[in-house]
């Protein structure tokens, strides 16, 4: 009969990529739960299609038209944070978690509380709260599977290592729109421009943080739980091409690489099948002609979000969650063009010295330094 799934986010980019690579494995899974924020239509379409048990819309909409609509295919729907709270809880053997922003971090304590298996494209999740959620994944005995590109690389590279012989994990950053772009010209970037990302298609909020670099900021803060590394274990690399997705270094100053075309659908189907691969159409690396890989450190100069992820590694507590709150603010502002481009780094930064850190928190405290940033923020710009 196949696994149970839920895809929490499926009517974003990990989501339909997701429900693509199960399409293409129809007798390996049955879905339990599709969710979706503000896109009932298309996640209408979605549960026609594949029939899950319920869905969750958790933005505003007409309750009684959606709530008939999905009745009429024979699927239960829920609304609000409520009801993906109360999703996360139903027990099912893997939880994709593609969801934007720190709303999925009770769902997956929730979900790791029911049992089920976690394949994380959340950042936030491990950035607010990597210490909480390692320890819950590791009393639960279920497992934690990346999703994104660069931390599947890694998970991929270190498959029959023996543990505790890493010198470095080696991130690599595409650079983004704005790799060659003076920085006195950062003032001018506009949302559209910042949205046209070179190698990667993905959602709004991921593709600005990848031209900031933020991105890769929550990158390093969750590798430094999910592979339990220190920060001076984390390199970061910029690397153009998006074919090497990350590197490990082993004690002997060998480097394995993970290397592949730049479609997500290629670590969401290995997280999937892990352990093992299925074959997939996804394409593959052309070495019958010429071609060049290149490498180079990041600008921290002009890319200050990579230095401001490392500080809050550094301070630790609830610095990593107000690094991501405010980020999530600012990026909406920008979004919305009430701040300019280089204020997104400004006011993470500004919001880093405010904040008084908390050491090993618990969930209350991490989601109470969430939301006062988030207000702290508001309160100068406005709600986006």
Sequence with gaps: MGRQISIWGATGSIGT????????????????????????????????????????????????????????????CLFDKSGLLEAAASPVDLAVNALVGAVGLEATLLAVDAGADIALANKEVLVMAGELVVRRIRRQGVRLLPVDSEHSAIFQCLAGEPEGRIRRILL?????????????????????????????VMGKKVTIDSSTLMNKGLEVIEARWLFDLRPEQITVVIHPQSIVHSMVEFEDGSIKAQLGQ????????????????????????????????????????RFPGLRLAFAAIETGGTAPAVFNAADEVAVALFLDRKIRYPQIAELVERALDAHGTMESPDLEQILRADRETRERIWNEYGHP
């Design 172 to 200: 690599t950053a595409s650079g983004g729109p704005f790799l060659n772009r003076p920085a006195s010209e950062f003032e001018s970037i506009t949302p559209e421009e910042a949205l046209a990302h070179p190698n990667w």
């Design 17 to 76: 990529q997701t429900l693509d690579v199960i399409a293409r494995n129809p007798d390996r899974f049955r879905i339990h739960t599709l969710t979706t924020h503000s896109n009932p239509e298309p996640l209408l379409r979605q549960a026609s299609r594949f029939r899950p048990r319920q869905v969750v819309i958790t933005g505003p909409c007409d309750r009684p038209r959606w709530e008939a609509a999905f009745r009429n295919v024979g699927v239960s």
């Design 262 to 301: 730049p479609d997500m659908r290629v670590p969401i189907a290995y997280a999937l099948s892990f352990p093992d691969r299925w074959e997939g159409p996804w394409g593959s690396q052309d070495f019958s002609r010429p071609f060049a890989l290149q490498f180079q450190p990041p600008d921290l100069d």
